[in-house]
């Protein structure tokens, strides 16, 4: 049963499509009080992403979370930034510059690569449901009360 747990945390899961070659993606984020639309990016890993910046109402900025990139935009203006995307998983994405009274809760998502964590889970609970009921089975079949 542990060996099979380790199978299911750790190996390569065969139902998910292979790596695509790294690419150039180009995202236009409107940053307005207190919102960036999109809120979320997906992107691979490898891939070169160019961020567009747009302020609508007061100045904005952005600051991506494990990246140390961070880029301003001025009313009305454009700013922008270029990061290869070379750390998979999940990383918040937020307003650097005080913007107003809701300004901590103006974050985003960035995503790179595929978020296996919820396949794994599944699996794990899946495998965890089956020792039960197996240990459940033998203690029955071993006469023992439950």
Request: positive net charge.
């Amino acid at each position: 049963m542990a060996a099979a747990a380790l199978a299911v945390a750790f190996a390569r899961l065969p139902f998910l499509p292979p790596r695509a070659p790294a690419a150039s993606r180009t995202f236009r984020i409107e940053a307005s009080q207190y919102a960036y639309s999109p809120g979320e990016l997906h992107v691979n890993p490898g891939d070169r992403v160019t961020i567009e910046l747009v302020s609508t109402d007061t100045v904005h900025g952005l600051y991506v979370d494990g990246y140390g990139v961070s880029l301003e935009a001025d009313p009305g203006q454009t700013a922008s930034m270029t990061f290869v995307a070379n750390h998979p998983g999940s990383y918040r994405f937020r307003c650097n510059v005080t913007c107003g009274a809701l300004h901590p809760f103006m974050i985003g998502k960035l995503t790179v690569g595929t978020n296996t964590l919820l396949f794994r889970g599944a699996g794990l609970s899946l495998l965890g449901a089956l020792g039960v009921l197996l240990a459940l089975r033998w203690t029955a079949g071993a006469g023992m009360p439950l």
